[in-house]
């Protein structure tokens, strides 16, 4: 079942369900990408409807951001809860380390996907990582040979939005992989160079506060959060009266 927040439709799943979906996709015959936006993903949809299409045809969609519980709430759709991009690959992760599947990481400044790839293979042993590449290329043509040379099952599409879901949607049949998921900043993290809010900040919803103090260029971005949800608050009021 998928709950429609200002254009874009996501998928109502716990953080359990969402991983064993996405295992699932992982061992199905076919290829299929998962997408995780948060506010200003979906105000970027609202401006490009080839984007918006783009997130909507994934076969995950997952609400990343608190920002999106709350304008789920708003809008008398609400979600089970947040499913944030780096909970999901983790849980994944746990699940493709006993298998022999196969991971890619694709993304990030050069050396950051190698030392994630070092750091990832400490914490799950057993974990096949048959590949990385940097974030930083012209051509795809190299990156997409490189990804199917390695035989990857599952990519981890760490590029940005909305160059990572473009990537994704574009490329991913191309490349052999069956799952790719867009993750944005997360390998950034699994390498160590970011580090993420402590659990209180995270249950408290709060995360992108600390994000915020510890990345203070992301004022711009951020400051477009509240607009969002008086966005969402006066589509409510629209289809209330309507
Ligand atoms: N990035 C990339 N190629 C690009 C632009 C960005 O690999 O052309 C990477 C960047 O280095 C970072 C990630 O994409 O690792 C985006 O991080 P950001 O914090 O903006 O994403 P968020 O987690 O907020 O979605």
């Known amino acids: 079942m998928r709950n429609e927040i200002m254009g874009v439709s996501f998928d109502d799943l716990t953080l359990e369900e969402a991983v064993r ?8 015959p076919d290829f299929s990408y998962v997408v ?3 506010p200003e993903i979906v105000n970027m949809a609202r401006q490009a409807e080839d984007y918006k299409t783009i997130l909507n045809q994934a076969a995950l969609v997952l609400p990343d951001g608190i920002g ?4 789920a709430r708003i809008l008398g759709r609400p979600l089970k809860g947040r499913v944030p991009g780096i909970d999901f690959a983790s849980g994944l ?3 493709l380390k006993g298998t022999q599947r196969r991971l890619f990481l694709l993304g ?8 994630a790839a070092e750091n990832l293979k400490q914490r799950y042993p057993g974990l096949v990582i048959c590949g990385t590449h940097d974030g930083y290329f012209q051509d795809a043509g190299p990156v997409v040979e490189a990804i199917r040379a390695a035989e990857a099952d ?13 990537w994704m949607a574009r ?13 944005g900043g997360v390998l950034d993290v699994y390498a160590g160079n970011v580090k993420r809010a402590p659990e209180v900040w995270q249950k408290a919803g709060m995360e992108w506060l600390y994000r915020l103090l510890h990345q203070p260029s992301r004022f711009g971005r951020m400051a477009k959060l509240p607009l969002f ?3 969402a608050a006066r589509e409510s009021r629209k289809k209330g009266s309507a």
């Open 171 to 183: 490329y991913g049949p191309q490349t052999g992989a069956r799952l790719m998921v867009g993750l």
């Open 229 to 231: 949800l008086v966005e």
């Open 108 to 115: 990030a400044k050069p050396g950051v996907a190698e030392q």
């Open 68 to 71: 999106v519980v709350y304008a």
């Open 36 to 38: 995780t936006p948060n």
């Open 93 to 95: 992760l746990d699940r």
């Open 21 to 28: 979906t996405g295992e699932a996709l992982a061992e199905g």
């Open 154 to 166: 599952v990519v981890f599409v760490c590029l940005g939005a909305p160059k990572q879901e473009r």
